[in-house]
């Protein structure tokens, strides 16, 4: 029944590759240093793609060539505080990043360099720790949406049964998913037990173990959640494969995920405004590197419930950057 709206989205990713490789990896901007902001990102899926984008449209709006870099996954630490610091010997006019969990150490020294040099920074997606160099930090409710995620999901149990959850990580945006998800259902929904939260890494097949583990364990399972496209894609594919009733949910969106909604396979995702927040980044990066600061530490991006029902709306489209 939604089958152009997921062709539209596959090819809408299809036109923006990641940088992950090639020129733009490289984070050389020639002599065109003023004119160039570059944003470093998590890792290469679909999110950072609608990222990427966004911040594309607000460079061609703007005038500023963008340098887009991310690692091919979210656990390689090392190779984006490489990133980072090639960004700061470019000297552009402003550094987007998102920090993974193993960047957070080394990026608050690296910052104060990028500061000194007279470099504006905004961290987008996720806060970086241990510093006050970012200007400001543009990204979802992460607790929010974990406690909107957990809300959904109770309602589609009718409020009682048990429930698993797969996360992607221990710290980070992965730990306040993880702790707005479990508030909501401790202070909410006392008829849902939670009998096992597993950390898929942000790896697919760890993410699929820990589904399968999950529900061996617990053949009453009535809902499993992830907290990420990892492991929301992981769980619906554990339980098609099993073919067991249980309500799948899960953070983020992306083509693959909106085929299983289209399959019937997910009944609902929580999804961040990906977009929107790769536009106002390059937008407050813009705007400081002309001597305008945000005036608020936090800027908070809304996120969504998406299902079946609503994956038409105009509105939904937008979000999930679904063109036509």
């Known amino acids: 029944m939604k089958k152009t709206l997921v062709s539209l989205a596959l090819l809408a990713v299809a036109a923006v590759p990641l940088a992950g490789c090639g020129d733009d990896a490289k984070g050389g901007s020639g002599g065109d240093s003023a004119k160039t902001i570059t944003l470093i990102a998590k890792g290469t899926d679909d999110h950072w793609t609608l990222v990427r984008k966004g911040a594309e449209a607000a460079g061609k709006d703007l005038g500023y060539k963008i340098n887009f ?101 221990l710290l980070g945006t992965a730990a306040q998913r993880r702790d707005g998800f479990t508030g909501w259902m401790k202070d909410n929904a006392p008829g849902v037990e939670i009998v096992s939260i597993q950390n898929g890494e942000a790896d697919p097949a760890k993410s699929r173990d820990k589904a399968q583990g999950i529900l061996q364990a617990h053949p009453d399972l009535k809902g499993l959640a992830g907290t990420s496209q990892y492991s929301t894609i992981a769980i619906a594919d554990e339980v098609a494969a099993k073919k067991m009733d249980v309500k799948v949910v899960g953070i983020d969106a992306g083509p693959d995920i909106l085929t299983l909604i289209d399959e019937d396979k997910i009944s ?36 969504v419930w998406v299902t079946e029902q609503n994956l038409s709306d105009p509105e939904i489209k937008t979000t999930l950057g679904i063109d036509g």
Request: aromatic share 2%; glycine share 12%.
């Open 69 to 169: 870099n991310a690692p091919d996954t979210e656990n390689e630490g090392d190779k984006q505080i490489n990133m980072l610091q090639s960004a700061i010997n470019d000297h552009p006019a402003g550094i987007g990043i998102a920090p993974q969990d193993g960047a957070q150490n080394a990026a608050p020294k690296l910052l104060e360099t990028a500061k000194e040099k007279g470099i504006p920074v905004v961290a987008f997606d996720t806060p970086v720790k241990g510093t006050d160099v970012p200007l400001t930090t543009i990204a979802s409710d992460n607790q929010g949406m974990g406690a909107q995620l957990a809300e959904n999901l109770a309602k589609q149990m009718g409020g009682e049964g048990k429930v698993g959850v797969v996360i992607q990580g």
């Open 268 to 303: 609902g995702i929580v999804t961040q405004n990906p977009y929107q927040i790769g536009y106002q980044t390059v937008e407050v990066l813009a705007k400081a590197a002309s001597g305008e600061k945000p005036s608020k530490e936090t800027i908070t991006t809304q996120s």
